[in-house]
């Protein structure tokens, strides 16, 4: 008997629960943020601050392991361009978890999981702070004035 192992088990099999687990967190990664029950929002808390302390310190063999358990390329590309610059002090904790009361079709308990700190893009970051051209600026201006004719 193993004592003081904690593991979630969701009654449908090991392949099963590997797969929940990373759809889960394949959506998180791609929105930012999660609402699911609290059972699975624990679970994929405790797995998503194991995966995004990896993504922190950048090696090949961390690099190995978020492959195996994201399956996706791309998404362990995100996480290193995301996850290191933003959290690059923090040791952990790098998720939250908010509760969000009952769900009205089943009464299940949800929450909300999300980053600890905003996550910031390179993208963003561009189109923020790029102002626009004045001939940009007359193209919007005829766009709206087309609309108002039309209307």
Known sequence: MKHSIYKVKFR?????????????VLNFLKHGKLETTVSKAKAVKSLLDRLAFKARRQSEAD??????????????????????PTFKKRTGGFVTIIRLGTRLGDNAEMARIGWAKPIIT???????????????????NVKKTKLKKLV
């Open 63 to 84: 690099k190995n392991v978020l492959l195996k358990h994201l399956g996706d390329k791309k998404a362990v590309q995100d996480m290193f361009d995301k996850v290191e």
């Open 12 to 24: 449908r099999g090991k392949d099963s629960n590997e797969s929940v687990m990373r759809k889960l």
């Open 122 to 140: 390179l993208e963003k970051k561009v189109t923020q702070n790029k102002p626009l051209t004045p001939e940009k600026e007359k193209q919007k």
